[in-house]
């Protein structure tokens, strides 16, 4: 597969999820509440992927790797931006 359709696709779901109700989606929630609480959880998945590459365990380094970019394509969308931006 390739990334970068898989990080087109999922900033396709995070643009969905732009009209959602907040009470019934995360991503909702985190837009309404810009920019305050997606770079507050942008610093929380930083600091984990830190301490996860730290400890040297390959499975946590890949999953908070994951929660962090997640949250940064919650990032790059509410400023009207794509993963394709950043590739460029």
Not at 25 to 49: F, H, M, N, Q
């Amino acid at each position: 597969m390739n990334p970068d359709s898989v990080l087109a696709r999922v900033a396709d779901v995070i643009e969905s999820r732009r009209g959602a109700a907040p009470g019934q989606s995360y991503v909702a929630r985190l837009l309404a509440r810009a920019p305050d609480a997606i770079l507050k959880k942008i610093g929380e998945e930083a600091t984990e992927t830190v301490m996860a590459s730290k400890d040297g365990v390959s499975e946590r380094i890949v999953a908070e790797t994951a929660d962090l970019w997640f949250h940064c394509l919650v990032m790059l969308a509410q400023h009207g931006l794509t993963p394709a931006d950043v590739l460029a």
